[in-house]
């Protein structure tokens, strides 16, 4: 099989008592149904109808047109390119530097450190929404914005985010949810999210041991924890790819096991994005099913564990 490099030579660690879903142990990908639930809440516990509920489960994501107000939106506008100028920000650890350009690729942790989108991690109709999909009080187990410039915003590889969550991490199931929010227009030419709907109700699990300290090379470009060629073919002839785009203040809710990745945007036309990961109070990490330490606390939260949802 081929892949992003990584050699598919045998690995001797093996995994936990406790990893249902065992992944970079073996010479060989291997696809297996899921083992949780997808949908854990019901029409009556939220705002999304019967049908909203039903899409998510077959296709693994919801997006809305418009969830925020306009004012909502240039506020979280103008304080991310008010970040993005802040020499101090872009030499912190929760910055994520662009390889070659220089430029600020990701930002972790926004929540904590931002006033206007801690606010928006806060905001009723996100919260709401999460809390409905995962069927229980959530918390933020990742926030971050990320920054596609124009005309040399590097690309994100295909992966599943649970994937990396649960080796990495610690992250026990498939509970937990992304929401992505447009804070410009994502077309279908400015390396827009794609995803592959369905794909949340297969794991796969990928070849390549995790290396130490992981996240400093992953957050540029990820080598490990990424599907192989013969499986991501597999899996678009099996579910095909969507790529929901719109204009600023689109809304994007994604399954935390969904295969997804954007290509790179060589257009003029800027993409940012905030991620908030919502995260079930009933799945909080445990530790790494690598074996190895935690990442940093502003990639996986592990120590606050405090349900969100009160401005």
Partial sequence: MTG????????????????????????????????DPVLYGSPDDGPLSASQLNFYLDNGYLNFDELLSAAEIQACLDEVQKLRSDDAV??????????????????????????????????????????????SEVYIHQSRVNYKGGFRGKEFYWHSDFETWHVEDGMPAMRAVSCSIALTTNTPYNGP??????????????????????????????????????????????FGITAPTGLAGAVTFFECNVMHGSSSNITPLPRSNVFLVFNSVHNTLVPPFCGLPPRPNFIAERRDFTPVGAL
């Fill in 90 to 135: 872009k030499a912190s650890d929760r910055a994520v530097i662009e390889p070659g350009s220089g430029e600020l690729r990701s930002l972790f942790e926004v929540h904590r450190s931002s006033a206007v989108l801690h606010r928006l991690a806060n905001h009723p109709k996100l919260v709401g929404i999460a809390r409905q999909l995962l069927g």
């Fill in 193 to 238: 999210l794609m995803l592959m709907p369905g794909s949340h109700q297969r794991h796969v699990s990928c070849v390549g041991a995790t290396p130490e300290d992981h996240y400093k090379q992953s957050l540029r470009q990820q080598d490990v924890g990424v599907p192989d060629d013969d499986s991501l073919t597999r899996l678009v002839q099996d």
């Fill in 4 to 35: 992003m490099g990584v050699a598919a030579t045998p690995i001797h660690a093996q995994p936990r008592g406790d990893d249902r879903y065992p992944s970079r142990f073996d010479a060989q990908v291997h696809i297996t149904d899921r083992l």
